[in-house]
Structures are given as C-alpha cells and as structure tokens.
C-alpha cells in the first residue's frame, strides 16, 4: 500500500446543487479545488465532469477518480439506480467515466463519503462504532460499524433522515409524515421559522421583514446567522432542531449504541447553537439513560468538504483494492 501513499486523486462530491471537485493527496489535504452548479440532465452533468477533470488533470498527475453521489447505488456501487435531485437512473456511472477518462473511476454514496473522510482525517477518527448525520437541504446519514460502512443487505442503508419523531408531524416527500429531517435539515429549520414567524407579533423578529421581501431569503444559513446574533425567533427555531435531533439520536442509539455520532453538512459547521442542548435532550431521551456509557457528539472537522475529501479516499481504496485483487487474483492477501 506504501506505494500508493503518494500518489493523488481526484474527488468529486456531485449534489443537487453543486458539484464541488478536488485533487486530494493522502493526508486528505485538498490542493485544487474547483465547483460549477449541478446541471439538469445526465448528458450535461457529463459534460461537466468531463471539463472538471479534465481541467484538473491539466495541473496534476492523478491516479483515479472517486465520485460521491447524492443517490442510491447498486450494493457493488457499479450502478447509479436513483438520485432524487440527478438525471441518472440506473447507469453505470463508474464503468462510463472510466472509458471516457482513461483512469479508474469509484464511486460512494455521498454520507458515505464524509463518513469515510471524517473517519481518516477528522471528527471521526477515533469512532469504532460511529454514525455520521449531514444535515444539509435534506439529511445524509453514514454508519460506520468497526470502522467499516454498513451498507445494509441492499445497499441502501442507512436513512436516518426518515425516522418518524413527531408523530402526524410535517408530511416528507419519502411520503410518511414527522421525519427528522422535516425538522432536522436546513429546509426543516427555515420551515420552523415560518411556523414560529406565523404566530408571533409583526416586528419580534428581522426574519419577518426580510422573509417579506423575499421568501426565498430564508435559508438555513441565513436562520444561523439571525440565531448567532440573538433573533429570538432564529433562536427559537434552533431550540426546536436541539431538541428532535436530541430524541433522532436517542431513537437511533437504542437501536444502534454507537460510541461517536459526528454532526456534518451544512448545519454541522453552525453547531455551536444547537449541539450543547441537542446533546442534552440525547443524554434524557436515551433509554437506560443514566445507567449506560453515552456517544460523544462531536461536530464534523471537515465541514463542507467532507464529501469530496471522502471521495479521494474512496478513490485511493478502490486503488488499492484493485491492485490486491491484481496480486492475489481469486484470492485474499494473507
Ligand atoms: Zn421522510
């Protein structure tokens, strides 16, 4: 493995949004980066990675590709079956990008990916049993049980975002109604402001004016950053996130007592309003609590670019596993 120690890759971290694109080398520090907007078709969302790699390869000599995907993969990861903010059903994205580039393409489920970079170079790095939750416009959620990624049988756990907290809550596009991530997400918490803007007095909040003027001001970010200043309303809404991400955690505890849950995603950096109180509401909710060894709850270390740093990693095993396979063909390395 020693050989490829030096050796970069690329990361792409490809979301509803924003592709954002990296040259990584293997102590996960990310020596070019480039981002374009996701565009809406499967031919043009090639184009596009096409024109960043290739940019990219102008400047650096690398090895392989990793692609993070915001979507469900076939269990073996050859296949994209579905993404809900993507045009790719049920291609074989890593086979395709490997003929067109000439260069081993891998590709990871994008919590995936941040759990895998956050276990190698950030918050995760000294987690055996750990789950990652990116609370992002929607909410991502990667497990990492001795230090490998649970998949589940068919590939596609695990869904955190869509365990139910509040019974007959926010009806979800997954179709149930209360999911934590109707409550837990950037969209969940913009919508709580509206809930809470909606019955309080005019003037109590500068969200009112500017949500007004332009309701599409109103973002999760723009929510932190009323709450980092004392908006009660903002402040309020950020009590309520606490306090179903605590009861989220405590659910997913008693069914998987992990020893580390890192929070992730956009939300993850604006942690320190929420996650002292979450923490709390976690510690009461839990069953057993008082009578058993808590997760710690750390905030991601890597931010926003977990993702992509996670799919260089992902690249740099997918290498590395190929050239095992190379070596001991039919077998296993002893
Ligand atoms: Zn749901």
């Known amino acids: 493995m020693s050989r490829l120690a030096n050796e970069l890759t690329i990361g792409i971290d490809i979301g509803g949004t924003s592709v954002r694109a990296a040259v990584v080398d293997a102590e996960g520090t990310m020596l070019d980066t480039l981002r374009a907007a996701t565009p809406p078709t499967a031919t043009a969302l090639e184009h596009c990675l096409d024109r960043l790699v290739s940019e990219l390869r102008d400047r650096w000599t690398v090895h392989a590709v990793g692609l993070a995907i915001a979507g469900f993969l076939s269990p073996d990861r050859q296949t994209v079956r579905f993404a809900p903010h993507l045009a790719w059903r049920e291609v074989a994205v890593p086979a395709e990008m490997t003929q067109r580039w000439g260069l081993p393409v891998f590709a990871e489920h994008d919590a995936n990916s941040a759990a895998v970079a956050e276990l190698h170079f950030g918050a995760a790095a000294r987690g055996h049993n750990t789950l990652v ?97 004392g908006d009660p309303i903002a402040v309020a809404a950020f009590a309520s996130l606490a306090r179903w991400l605590g009861q989220g955690m405590a659910m997913i505890a008693d069914v998987f007592d992990p020893d580390l849950i890192v929070i992730a995603g956009g939300l993850g950096a604006a942690s320190g309003l929420y996650l002292d109180e979450a923490r709390e509401h976690y510690t009461t909710m839990v069953t057993g609590a008082g009578h058993r060894q808590l997760a710690r709850i750390r905030p991601t270390q890597l931010g926003e670019s977990a993702g992509v740093i996670g799919a260089a990693k992902v690249a740099e095993l997918g290498l590395a596993a190929l050239a095992e396979a190379t070596a001991y063909p039919g077998g296993h390395a002893q």
């Open 133 to 229: 939750l990116a609370l992002g416009t929607g909410i991502g959620a990667g497990m990492l049980m001795g230090g490998e990624i649970y998949r589940g049988s068919f590939g596609v756990a695990p869904e955190f975002g869509h365990i139910v907290v509040v019974p007959d809550g926010r009806p979800c596009g997954c179709g149930k109604h209360g999911c934590l991530e109707r409550y837990c997400s950037g969209t969940g918490l913009v919508d709580t402001v509206v809930e809470l803007l909606a019955q309080s007095e005019p003037g109590h909040s500068v969200l009112a004016a500017e949500s007004q003027a332009d309701p599409g001001s109103l973002t999760g970010r723009r929510v932190a950053a009323a709450a980092a200043e």
